[in-house]
């Protein structure tokens, strides 16, 4: 579990043998709590941010060769109960595809993740897998979204970092028979595809499914030499971009077939997150002018309609797309990707800010809730589902300010991860954060973003370099060598 050490500024109170009891209410009382963890390194929870130091770097090597260790542990899980199916079931020990059948999902997602980590031989058995076992020439529906940035953006990934041609067959393929989804009478694709028969259906959509699509079709273009999956991808975005609010905000559901908005609930959370990180990443990524201008006027609009600043805190809340008008405050686990992007468009005072604000939810509760009220500190929604956002903007605030707070703040994460999720066979989602509760998942993500986040966050900066990579929404890094 790990020691407590209680202080209120910076002289110990008292020592109490369980973390996860006071933590909100030391939040609550403006007290610093620094854990002392299993693996002997000291995690700030509410902490003064310390200087770096040579300790500091040394302990950060550390880290990275736990995490690294730690993403073993689940890899081997996945090869002894799970391998060549979609994902670990790491409480039952078994296995579940997505559609009933495999499109070897987990090694497709983690191998980017093995290839950064350095390790070769776990990435060349995922790599022989992939190619010798992988077919999209199957007659199954698919989710456009969660196979573009999972499938697709693996692939491409995989490609870049190890030349092999096979990858850019298998995704070429891939690519193709996603295409029919955007046959719409708007452009924005459908929610579904079937790969052998390429019909579609879902016309009920939302920004984030249609809106995040570009990195990977468009990198497809750049790779193949073929336009149309750059032309596609963009045409919808580009038509989405267009049915924005007079005051220039988008809502949570649109219609694709009719181009009307069916839900006018205006955040940045699930549903809608990533459309705003492809506007700026598609920008950097392919020097788009149309997508430089499309993200300037949507992020000047979140900022102006969603801030709120609330118990000194930074937060978005979720407001009606045409008026502006206050819906509900609250802040989901997936939120926490917007301090991320926020950093990497420059702007650190709001990144900062909004990142402080995700690590008091966090350690509030000991692990991070789906959802809570962020102005009553309640939760509303109380699973953790192994996602990877806040590791993901801690990550990137450390890259760019060299501020050894955010490497603090990773291994606090990280810690909670041991604690609360390992499993015997890999790591565990939570149904209840309070009670630790675990249930049988562990999505493909968690190898693919979560422990890479935390492994470049520790290992040294030259690994990853966010200002010549873009990462897609599943954390696949894609470089710019076109």
């Known amino acids: ?88 079931l790491p409480l039952s020990r078994g296995y579940r595809d997505w559609y009933g059948t495999s499109l070897l999902m987990t090694p497709v997602d983690a191998l980017d993740t093995m290839l950064l980590m350095g390790l070769t031989e776990e990435a060349g058995e995922a790599r022989e897998l992939i190619i010798n076992q992988l077919s999209f020439d199957k007659d199954i529906e698919v989710k456009n979204f969660e196979i573009t940035i999972r499938l697709l953006g693996g692939l491409l990934s995989s490609y870049q970092l190890t030349g092999d041609k096979r990858l850019l067959a298998l995704a070429e393929d891939l690519g193709n028979r996603l295409l029919p989804a955007f046959n719409s009478p708007t452009g924005m694709p459908y929610v579904y595809v079937n790969l052998k028969t390429r019909k579609t259906r879902g016309a009920e959509s939302n920004p984030a499914e249609i809106g995040t699509l570009l990195i990977e079709f468009g990198t497809l273009s750049k790779l193949t030499g073929n336009a149309v999956f750059y032309e596609k991808a963009k045409r919808a975005l580009v038509e989405l971009y267009n049915r924005r609010s007079k005051i220039r905000l988008v809502g949570s559901a649109i219609n694709v077939e009719t181009g009307r908005w069916t839900n006018t609930t205006s955040h940045i959370s699930g549903g809608i997150d990533s459309y705003y990180e492809y506007l700026l990443k598609a920008w950097l990524l392919f020097d788009d002018p149309d ?86 500190l309640k939760i509303v929604e109380d699973g953790y589902h192994l996602r990877p956002e806040i590791m993901e903007s801690s990550y990137y605030l450390y890259f760019y300010t060299q501020d050894e707070f955010y490497r603090q703040m990773s291994a606090t994460f990280f810690n909670d991860l041991l604690r609360a999720c390992r499993t015997d066979a890999g790591y565990a989602a939570l149904s209840n954060v309070a009670t ?37 929404t599943e954390a696949h890094p894609i470089r710019k060598t076109w």
């Open 1 to 88: 579990m790990g020691i407590a050490v209680i202080a209120r500024d910076r002289s110990v109170i008292a020592v109490i043998g369980s973390v996860g009891m006071i933590r909100r209410w030391a939040w609550a009382a403006g007290i610093f709590v620094i854990v002392l963890c299993p693996l002997g390194i000291a995690a700030a929870q509410i902490a003064p941010k310390p200087t770096q130091t040579q300790d500091a770097r040394t302990t950060s090597s550390e880290l990275a060769h736990q995490v690294r260790t730690e993403f073993l542990h689940a890899w081997n899980g996945y090869k002894q109960y799970a391998w060549g199916h979609d994902e670990l």
């Open 291 to 376: 997508c430089e201008r499309m993200w300037k006027a949507s992020v000047k609009a979140v900022n102006q309609y969603l801030a709120d600043n609330v118990n000194g805190g930074l937060w978005y809340a979720r407001v009606d797309m045409n008026s502006g008008k206050r819906n509900a405050r609250r802040y989901g686990a997936l939120d926490a990707f917007f301090p991320a992007v926020l950093a990497r468009a420059g702007d650190l005072d709001r990144a900062r800010r909004f990142q402080e604000s995700a690590y008091k939810v966090w350690t509030a509760f000991g692990i991070e809730p789906e959802e809570v009220d962020y102005k009553k």
């Open 436 to 472: 630790h509760q675990q249930s049988d998942r562990m999505e493909s993500y968690f190898l693919a973003e979560t422990m890479k986040y935390l492994y470049l966050t520790f290992a040294p900066r030259e690994t990853v370099d966010l200002d010549k990579v873009i990462f897609n």
